[in-house]
């Protein structure tokens, strides 16, 4: 499983787009607003976290994947499995989630699901990809786009 953390550390310097429930990325603001909000939304995030699973679960119906979990590796799991592993990422107190990366090997892509984040992170999608997962964001309410430079 060594070719799926090879991947990972390639992809993760690729391209970057957000799957985030806001259409862009929130502008700094002197009264540090945004950080309230988003302790709110950390701490009400039951919704957000089943849009997140709902739309890797149709994706899955699109790609095979294959998944870095800590010490786990697995190569299309069982959609109990890659649901436990989903789930696992929202359990915790926060700033103490788990994430899972997720590789999509057809297209040379990468989905990157930090429980910690109201957002995911695809690197690296190609054209066909970006619209499947463009639209499968609309569908639960959710904006996709490119994340600005690091």
Known sequence: M????SKIDWLVEKPRYLIDMFPST?????????????????NHREALDEKF?????????YHDFWISAGNENM????????VELI???????????DYINIILPGCDAMVILNGD?????LCNPDPPLQKL????????????????ER
Request: hydrophobic share 40%.
């Open 87 to 97: 789930r696992h990422c929202f359990a915790g107190s926060w700033k103490k989630r």
């Open 75 to 82: 190569k299309n799991p069982s959609v109990n499995q890659l």
């Open 53 to 61: 699973c709902r739309i890797l679960l149709k994706l899955y119906c």
């Open 133 to 148: 997962v463009s639209q499968l964001a609309a569908a639960e309410g959710l904006f996709f786009y490119q994340a600005p």
């Open 26 to 42: 929130v502008p700094k603001a002197a009264d540090q607003r945004y950080f309230d909000v988003e302790e709110y939304f950390q």
């Open 2 to 5: 060594s070719d799926i953390i």
């Open 117 to 121: 984040d109201l957002y995911m992170i």
